[in-house]
């Protein structure tokens, strides 16, 4: 398996991560992509990947979350590290209204911006939404050259907006949402394109059912795989093979 979005750089995994990664290991996830939140994070997660480098690879981006009045700036600091490191792609960047509109004009710009980085890089790209996924597809349809590839993040919506996803040639990454009762996905998972799933934690936070509260960890992405073999009735075997495959070639791993 694949944990395709996992923040094990955050300072919430300070006292253990040997061990996070160990328990990944054994529960069959072999790859760990870490994608980049702002300019703080950069040094963490390289030291990371750094540290597990059969195991973890990066991306670099900045997280809508952490756009503000000094977005260029850090725009032109992220861009930078491009020529310097070899990343799988430019992450997490998209559009968040559920937190702060007061830079929507920013995240838009930032986001843009950084689709067209994405495409003179031949890079995918991750994307977050929270309350935008509209606002999303829109910017990302007219951007769309045929080039663009990436996986909305965490995705938690509905039929019809996989469906648009999908036409946009964009993969969905599931999550712990998938497993939460009141989550609505058990009525979405079993009519998905399952050549565009793939599986992602978002540790430390949302934690899949039964540790939904607690911290997350990557050794949880299994957790993720049962419940998809569950609604579709599947073996996790085959959702490991099948999600597996379409990360790898998504990310060219
Ligand atoms: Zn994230």
Same mark, same amino acid.
């Given at each position: ?8 750089y955050?300072?919430e995994? !300070?006292?253990?991560r ?27 997660m ?10 973890c ?11 503000d =009045? ?23 960047? =998209? ?10 004009a ?10 067209n ?21 829109a ?17 938690? =919506? ?50 899949p ?9 990557p ?13 579709? !009735? ?19 791993l």
């Amino acid at each position: 398996m694949i944990d395709t979005h996992a923040h094990i750089y955050a300072n919430e995994f !300070d006292n253990d991560r040997e061990e996070v990664v160990q328990r990944a290991l054994a529960q069959g996830v072999e790859q760990i992509l870490l994608p980049n939140i702002d300019l703080e994070s950069i040094e963490p997660m390289l030291a990371t990947e750094a540290q597990f480098p059969q195991v973890c690879r990066s991306m670099m981006g900045l997280h809508p979350c952490y756009v503000d =009045g000094n977005v260029k700036h850090s725009l032109e600091v992220i861009h930078s590290w491009f020529a310097k490191h070899n990343f799988i792609a430019v992450g997490e960047i =998209g559009i968040d209204l559920y937190w702060d509109k007061t830079y929507r004009a920013e995240q838009e710009m930032a986001f843009v911006t950084q689709l067209n980085w994405a495409k003179e890089l031949q890079l995918p790209v991750v994307i977050h939404t929270r309350d935008s996924i509209q606002e999303t597809l829109a910017l990302l349809s007219k951007e769309q050259n045929g080039t663009l590839s990436g996986v909305f993040h965490c995705f938690g =919506g509905s039929l019809e907006e996989a469906k648009a996803i999908n036409d946009l040639g964009f993969h969905l990454g599931l999550g712990g949402v998938s497993t939460f009762k009141n989550g609505g996905m058990d009525k979405v998972i079993p009519h998905l394109d399952m050549d565009y799933v793939i599986l992602e934690t978002d540790c430390p936070y949302l934690a899949p059912v039964p540790h939904r509260g607690k911290r997350n960890e990557p050794a949880y992405t299994s957790l993720v795989a049962q419940r998809v073999a569950d609604l579709r !009735d599947m073996t996790i075997e085959q959702v490991d093979t099948m999600t597996t495959q379409n990360a790898k070639t998504l990310f060219r791993l």
